[in-house]
């Protein structure tokens, strides 16, 4: 199973992003899905997971803000991020699995970089 993880970039604060998750060599409709992200210095941290008949789970940090989204037609999923803030600077990776740790998922994409400038 491959994950590619695209969409991150430079945003101001206040600004938005969608990143997208694209799954190959393997099925995406009846797994569950979810990102991660890790900032300089930081360890990894759990942002956002969905199931594979669409519930959700969201970061507090996040909450509110970020929603992901899951196309089964496409083997795509997403995060669509608004309101951003310098502190959601971070590499963005998605993996397959359930929960907030990472120990829960068992493949993982390369990441993308966003960042959000104040």
């Known amino acids: 199973v491959q994950l590619q993880a695209s969409g991150g970039g430079l945003v101001q604060a206040g600004g938005s992003l969608r990143l997208s998750c694209a799954v190959s060599?393997?099925?995406?409709?009846?797994?569950?899905w979810g990102w991660f992200r890790q900032a300089p210095g930081k360890e990894r941290e759990f942002v956002a997971a969905?199931?594979?008949?669409?519930?959700?789970n969201y970061a507090d940090s996040v909450k509110g803000r970020f929603t992901i989204s899951r196309a089964n037609a496409k083997n795509t999923m997403y995060l669509q991020m608004n309101s951003l803030k310098p502190e959601d600077t971070a590499v963005y990776s998605c993996?397959?699995?359930?929960?907030?740790?990472?120990?829960?998922?068992?493949?993982w994409g390369q990441g993308t970089l966003v960042t959000v400038s104040s």
């Open positions: 993996a397959r699995g359930w929960g907030t740790s990472a120990h829960e998922y068992n493949y």
């Open positions: 060599g393997g099925t995406f409709y009846n797994y569950n």
């Open positions: 969905i199931t594979w008949n669409g519930d959700t």
